[in-house]
T-cell receptor, first 110, second 114 residues
């Protein structure tokens, strides 16, 4: 299975943009890149996903490198409620499990 | 619509006992996945059910089993509990379980094995 590598932790100031990187050098052509986050004492929640092109939704943007070996989750204006562990996950199209890595713990400072 | 519900939310058992956890998916969702979360190992995939059939299984011993009913509700069973089974057990539902589907997670069941 393709693996992802993320920094253990990152810090951001409130209302500033945050760029959360993820390396997935062994990604295959049918792997989708998903991001989930887990707020304290809650189950993970979906953030965004993409295959090849950059994606935007109301929560975040996902920038995917041209060779697809890395991606970046962008929170445009971090709030205190964005403090969470962010997971970058690869999901193969015909496979239905999600293999979580250690994730990045994001701390947002007021 | 209602989210994923898990019962019970907290459970205390002793070594050697068995336990059954329940998960009710979002209405219309046919895929249910189970995960174990521990401080040491993080989130680990247990298994996924779709239309009452197990489609995929993670790397856990046979003491961990599950099933899915015709209404898509799922149960997970752990037999002969060990101290290391203490964890947060999460279930997630999605429409079809495919890679383009969003998985919606429940709040989890916190299992403590004494």
């Amino acid at each position: 299975d393709a693996k992802t590598t993320q920094p253990n932790s990152m810090e951001s100031n409130e209302e500033e943009p945050v760029h959360l990187p993820c390396n997935h050098s062994t990604i295959s052509g049918t792997d989708y890149i998903h991001w989930y986050r887990q707020l304290p004492s809650q189950g993970p929640e979906y953030v965004i996903h993409g295959l090849t092109s950059n994606v935007n939704n109301r929560m975040a943007s996902l920038a995917i490198a041209e060779d697809r070996k890395s991606s970046t989750l962008i929170l445009h204006r971090a709030t205190l409620r964005d403090a969470a562990v962010y997971y970058c996950i690869l999901r193969r199209y015909n496979n239905n499990d999600m293999r979580f890595g250690a994730g990045t713990r994001l701390t947002v400072k007021p | 619509k209602a989210g994923v519900t898990q019962t019970p939310r907290y459970l205390i058992k002793t070594r050697g006992q068995q336990v059954t956890l329940s998960c009710s998916p979002i209405s219309g969702h046919r895929s249910v996945s189970w995960y174990q979360q521990t401080p040491g190992q993080g989130l680990q995939f247990l298994f996924e059910y779709f239309s009452e059939t197990q489609r995929n299984k993670g790397n856990f011993p046979g003491r961990f089993s599950g099933r899915q009913f015709s209404n898509s509700r799922s149960e997970m069973n752990v037999s002969t509990l060990e101290l290391g089974d203490s964890a947060l057990y999460l279930c997630a539902s999605s429409f079809s379980g495919r890679a383009t589907d969003t998985q919606y997670f429940g709040p989890g069941t916190r299992l403590t094995v004494l």
